[in-house]
């Protein structure tokens, strides 16, 4: 049984900084792409951030590069994601998600609030 579960989110005024992790069991963590999405109030569910298997290759949505990074641990089984210089649009909740053999797994999230 695949499981994922986000901590580290929070209130952080603009300007801050979080670093999110997600940790995953059920699965050879090691072997697959892991990413970050997010979803603001009203908004669609939208990908920040993809990290290949091996960590080697990572893209980012436009909006984010530059101010944040992916990341793995694979012997620790988790996923990162390091947030500087947060605006209030970053405001959001963040998932964690893996595709497992055509099926997509998420977490059940974890709020980030920019705000002053």
């Known amino acids: 049984q695949v499981q994922l579960v986000e901590s580290g989110g929070g209130l952080v005024q603009p300007g801050g900084s979080l670093r999110l992790s997600c940790a995953a069991s059920?699965?050879?963590?090691?072997?697959?792409?892991m990413a970050w999405y997010r979803q603001a109030p009203g908004k669609q569910r939208e990908l920040v951030a993809r990290i290949t298997s091996g960590g080697i290759s990572t893209t980012y949505v436009d909006s984010v590069k530059g101010r944040f990074t992916i990341s793995r641990d694979n012997a620790k089984n988790t996923l990162y994601l390091q947030m500087n210089s947060l605006k209030p649009e970053d405001t959001a909740v963040y998932y964690c998600?893996?595709?497992?053999?055509?099926?997509?797994?998420w977490g059940k999230g974890t709020l980030v609030t920019v705000s002053s």
């Open positions: 998600t893996v595709r497992v053999l055509g099926t997509q797994y």
């Open positions: 059920g699965i050879i963590f090691s072997a697959y792409t």
